[in-house]
């Protein structure tokens, strides 16, 4: 079974940092796209980050370009989302997800498995 677990959501000020963490097993990570998207109260899931298989392609949202950085460590099969300047509407669920392609969370903004999202809320 995909198991991805999200961690390293939690409350903080505006201008804060905070870096996700997502780890998968070893049989569903190397070699395929990762992401992350985010869910605000009361809004739609929105797309967030991307990095393919072997870092060599990354893709970000306007609103987080410059503020937030994805990367990857395929030897701790873990994906990061590092994530300075915080702002308030950067608040929600964070999940986390895998896809065989890139394309597929970068440009159709879409997801074969998924995790159980971490909170992250930033107050002003």
């Known amino acids: 079974q995909v198991q991805l677990i999200e961690s390293g959501g939690r409350m903080v000020q505006a201008g804060d940092s905070l870096r996700l963490s997502c780890t998968a097993s070893a049989l569903i990570f190397s070699g395929y796209a990762m992401g992350w998207f985010r869910q605000a109260p009361g809004a739609e899931r929105e797309f967030v980050s991307a990095?393919?298989?072997?870092?060599?392609?990354?893709s970000y949202t306007d609103s987080v370009k410059g503020r937030f950085t994805i990367s990857r460590d395929d030897a701790k099969n873990t994906v990061y989302l590092q994530m300075n300047s915080l702002r308030p509407e950067d608040t929600g669920v964070y999940y986390c997800?895998?896809?065989?392609?890139?394309?597929?969370?970068?440009?159709?903004?879409?997801?074969?498995?998924w995790g159980q999202g971490t909170q992250v809320t930033v107050s002003s």
């Open positions: 990095i393919s298989w072997n870092s060599g392609s990354t």
């Open positions: 997800v895998r896809a065989d392609t890139f394309r597929t969370i970068a440009t159709t903004h879409q997801g074969d498995d």
